[in-house]
């Protein structure tokens, strides 16, 4: 199946680009998707969408096809499109 | 002739004395304004002029301040302001001179949640006065928000925003500002309205530190509901700190972006 994710702010910085589609196995989790998405574009995008645990970073908004992700075990579906966005300090 | 005297229309002769003006409308007027200028002497109305008559130290009432303003804004567009309700979660750089525009806008009611105390650094960029230093922000705002407009309902709350609470203290705002400092604090607000109040829009900002250009503050829309103002990448940090003027621009960003949504607008 393939999902379009877009990236807002730093996390497009570390990505090195505004969005992207992805191949993954049918049923893919959020988090699992998200180790694919680290795998393609580094380190430092990795550290910003998932902790050392594995492990959805708590920092990150994420909403599957505009609705927030229901946690690191939500089940994608072919078609989706992910927003990720991790709002940086100050105000 | 027909002049506007204090927002109002008025029906007077040609080249009638400013001085007979003030005698019909507010004898007592010891300021006078024609036409955006203090004028000393008397003088001859022309039509089309604009006065404002004032008595030096007076409050106007209620219904006058809330008359002045709807002519400000169009009545329509106040109708709707006042009616609605505008949450700010903290009350710092953002939060303050958010609930400073949207008070001066004529936002019926104000929901101001933050635990802090007005702290001396918190001068240089936030809304205070170093009278207030050591007060709680909520008091310390809502004395300030009372003297801008004493038209508007505001309720406070001086405690920490919690996913938990968040239904109870926003349940039934209209819009939400996201104002907070600190980013897992952003993350957790933006995702517990998400999950307790489903479609409610929600103003935060991301990337408002520095002194960079203004230019790079935009509004952009990251999900239906959820509305960011900054350039989404400038930390606060060490060599990168929080100031005045960038916060400030940042601030009225969000604020006339609720006014934006009040009034129907989504498309940012």
């Known amino acids: 199946m393939r999902v379009k994710v877009h990236f807002y702010g ?6 090195g680009v505004e969005h992207t589609d992805i191949d993954l196995a049918e049923g893919t989790v959020l988090r699992l998707a998200f180790s694919a998405l680290a795998a393609r ?25 505009d609705v927030p992700a229901t946690g690191d075990e939500h089940v994608l579906k072919d078609g989706d499109g992910v927003a990720l966005f991790s709002p940086v300090a100050g105000g | ?3 506007t005297v204090n927002e109002q ?8 004395p400013l001085s007979s003006v003030r005698r019909q409308v507010k004898p007592d007027a010891d300021v006078l304004v024609v036409n955006g200028a203090p004028v000393a002497d008397d003088l001859s109305l022309a039509d089309g002029d604009t006065v404002v008559l004032i008595r030096r130290g007076e409050v106007p009432s209620v219904a006058e301040l809330e008359h002045l303003m709807a002519a400000r804004h169009t009545p329509g567009v106040h109708a709707r302001v006042r009616r609605a309700c505008v949450g700010i979660a903290g009350l710092g750089g953002l939060g303050s001179a958010v609930a400073i525009a949207l008070a001066r806008t004529g936002v019926g009611q104000l929901v101001l949640v933050d635990f802090d105390v007005v702290e ?32 508007i309902e505001v309720r406070t709350h001086a405690l920490r925003i919690t996913a938990e609470n968040v239904p109870l203290l926003f349940g039934r705002v209209d819009v939400l500002v996201e104002a ?5 604090q952003k993350s957790m607000l933006i995702r517990a309205v998400a999950a307790c109040c489903p479609g409610k829009p929600v103003v935060g900002a991301s990337g408002v530190a520095g002194h960079g250009s203004c230019g790079s503050v935009q509004v952009r829309r990251v999900g239906p509901w959820l509305y960011i103002v900054g350039d989404l990448e400038t930390a606060a ?3 990168t700190g929080l100031m005045a003027p960038r916060v400030g621009v940042a601030a009225c960003m969000q604020a006339n972006t609720v006014l934006r949504l009040l009034l129907g607008e989504t498309e940012m």
């Open chain 2, 120 to 151: 001396p650094s918190n001068l240089n960029r936030q809304q205070y006065f170093v009278d207030q230093i050591g007060r709680p922000k909520t008091e310390a705002l809502a004395e300030t928000l009372r003297r801008v407009n004493p038209c």
């Open chain 2, 1 to 3: 002739m027909r002049i």
């Open chain 2, 180 to 184: 907070f400092d600190r980013a897992d």
């Open chain 2, 237 to 239: 940090q060490p060599g």
């Open chain 2, 9 to 16: 229309r008025l029906e007077v002769p040609d080249r009638t």
């Open chain 1, 41 to 65: 574009h580094g380190e430092e995008f990795g550290r910003m969408v998932l902790e050392p645990s594995g492990r959805v970073h708590p920092n990150l908004i994420c909403l599957v096809n």
């Open chain 1, 10 to 15: 730093q996390i497009r910085q570390k990505a």
